[in-house]
């Protein structure tokens, strides 16, 4: 089975995701390294060099291929669902999980990091509120699932993923 998760820049999908994966003992992917690989350089340089559409072209293109994999976890970048082809292939070619966190809540994680090209602003919560307004009705549309991340452990939210999945009709292989 291939479970997708998405949220916010910062939602916790890279680490739940690897923990799931290893729970679920299925391959992980996080696109953002597989973009990376791809383009040569860190997201960060490319947005800054190319600019956010070209980004989102070459993100297109690496959704579209990792959704045809088989079982396995995959991360996804922040802004995966702001193309209606990507919110369609992650939700027609596997099990869509929301991370969703408060911008507060993400602010608090991630305020420190510098490799979050869009955080990179005067004001980085306010920037995130934004981002929110935007994305959670695209977030909502493309999951099958909505798991508040609050504040659980990585194993808690897992293990409520797992749940999700086997009360959804899907139990995890």
């Not at 939700?91 to 490799?115: T, W």
């Not at 005067?122 to 009705?137: E, K, V």
Request: proline share 7%; hydrophobic share 40%; with cysteine.
């Amino acid at each position: 089975m291939s479970i997708s998760l998405v949220g916010l820049p910062g939602s916790g999908k890279s680490t739940v995701g690897r923990q799931l994966a290893r729970r679920l003992q299925v391959p992980f992917i996080d696109s953002d390294h597989v973009i990376e690989q791809r383009i040569g350089c860190s997201i960060r340089e490319f947005f800054e060099r190319e600019g956010e559409p070209r980004f989102r072209d070459v993100e297109a293109e690496v959704i579209e291929a990792l959704t045809l994999n088989g079982p396995g976890v995959l991360a996804t970048g922040g802004g995966t669902v702001l193309r209606p082809a990507n919110r369609e292939a992650l939700h027609s070619r596997g099990q869509v999980v929301y991370l969703r966190s408060s911008p507060e809540e993400v602010f608090r994680r991630v305020r420190h990091d510098v490799n979050r090209p869009l955080l990179q602003v005067a004001d980085p919560l306010n920037r995130l509120r934004d981002l929110f307004a935007i994305r959670d009705p695209l977030y909502r549309e493309t999951a099958h699932f909505v798991i508040e991340t609050g504040r659980p452990s990585v194993s808690t939210l897992v293990n409520m993923i797992i749940m999700q999945l086997e009360l959804g009709g899907t139990p995890p292989t």
